[in-house]
Nanobody, 115 residues
Framework: QVQLVESGGGLVQAGGSLRLACVAS????????MAWYRQAPGKQRELAAQ???????NYADSVKGRFTISRVNAENTVYLEMNNLRPEDTAVYYC?????????WGQGTQVTVTS
């Protein structure tokens, strides 16, 4: 079965950095578009960053220039490098494979940014 396991969340001060990792198993990783979504308390889940099988990327306007998504197909891993973090980045971050409608999800990792 498909499993997505996130790691790397935590507590950080504003202006700090974190790197999230998501290791996938049970799927042909290199063929899947991978993404990081996030959900803040009381808000809907939203796309933060996406990377397609060919390497093209897509970012939410709110994270452009601060977040970088990357993938290492040989390791079945997708990363999210987050720099210059802001309190409004506080959320549970979810790894996704294959899109929000019919794809697979990880369990989420909490990112908390204090001011």
């Amino acid at each position: 079965q498909v499993q997505l396991v996130e790691s790397g969340g935590g507590l950080v001060q504003a202006g700090g950095s974190l790197r999230l990792a998501c290791v996938a198993s049970g799927l042909r990783f290199s063929s899947y578009a991978m993404a990081w979504y996030r959900q803040a308390p009381g808000k809907q889940r939203e796309l933060a960053a996406q990377i397609f099988s060919g390497g093209n990327t897509n970012y939410a306007d709110s994270v452009k220039g601060r977040f970088t998504i990357s993938r290492v197909n040989a390791e079945n891993t997708v990363y999210l490098e987050m720099n210059n973090l802001r309190p409004e980045d506080t959320a549970v971050y979810y790894c996704n494979a294959g899109g929000s409608a019919r794809g697979y999800w990880g369990q989420g990792t909490q990112v908390t940014v204090t001011s």
